[in-house]
Antibody
Framework: EVHLVQSGGAMEQPGGSLRLSCAASGFNFDGYSMHWVRQAPGKGLEWVAV????????HYADSVKGRFTISRDNSKNSVYLQMTSLTIDDSALYYC?????????????WGRGTLVTVSP | SSELTQDPAVSVALGQTVRITCQGDSLRSQSAGWYQQKPGQAPVAVMFTQNIRPSGIPDRFSASNSKDSASLTIAGAQAEDEADYYCNSRDSTGNQVVFGGGTKLTVL
């Protein structure tokens, strides 16, 4: 059974940094691209970033490009999101997700989400 | 990146058929997927791109694409189908993912 266990959410001040982690189990981790998707309170889904199975490629939403970095450690079956220069607009529930076999943008598993609050 | 536009809210009588639409330039070259989200829960895919229905999703859910729009159809809507529905696709460059703003489906 696929599990995505997230950690790292917290309250941070504008301009600060946070690192989100997602530990995966139940599947061949390095065979799957992983995405981060976020959802501000009461708002819709916003795609954040994707990393390929062996870290060959990464892509980012324009809203986070240059500030966020997605990475993975396949030896630890984990994916990360390093967030810097945080703004209030980055406040959201961040979901770690797995890409479906057929490729992105298809997502077949979602973590429970980890809450990031950016506040003065 | 490009945008995907959805109607904010749609309602349907129990047992009737409802169509939820998604419009955007990226859909001229990219297929759309669909996600259902109930309050307090993570989204669940109800249709992948290329009209692939995920395992466990009832066949009352179907999807179609035409020109710059995509549709999710629920035939014989059930009370448990009441939720927010989001479409997504790759953007026109193929390097980003875009989500629609979501449609709140009410089953009357």
């Amino acid at each position: 059974e696929v599990h995505l266990v997230q950690s790292g959410g917290a309250m941070e001040q504008p301009g600060g940094s946070l690192r989100l982690s997602c530990a995966a189990s139940g599947f061949n981790f390095d065979g799957y691209s992983m995405h981060w998707v976020r959802q501000a309170p009461g708002k819709g889904l916003e795609w954040v970033a994707v990393i390929s199975g062996k870290s060959e490629s990464t892509h980012y939403a324009d809203s986070v490009k240059g500030r966020f970095t997605i990475s993975r450690d396949n030896s630890k079956n984990s994916v990360y999101l390093q967030m810097t220069s945080l703004t209030i607009d980055d406040s959201a529930l961040y979901y770690c997700t797995r890409e479906y076999d057929s490729g992105w943008p298809n997502i077949d598993y979602w973590g429970r989400g980890t809450l990031v609050t950016v506040s003065p | 990146s490009s945008e995907l536009t959805q109607d904010p809210a749609v309602s349907v009588a129990l047992g009737q058929t409802v169509r939820i639409t998604c419009q955007g330039d990226s859909l001229r070259s990219q297929s759309a997927g669909w996600y259902q989200q109930k309050p307090g829960q993570a989204p669940v895919a109800v249709m992948f791109t290329q009209n692939i229905r995920p395992s466990g999703i009832p066949d009352r859910f179907s999807a179609s694409n035409s020109k710059d729009s995509a549709s999710l159809t629920i035939a014989g809507a059930q009370a448990e189908d009441e939720a927010d529905y989001y479409c997504n696709s790759r953007d026109s460059t193929g390097n980003q993912v875009v989500f629609g703003g979501g449609t709140k489906l009410t089953v009357l």
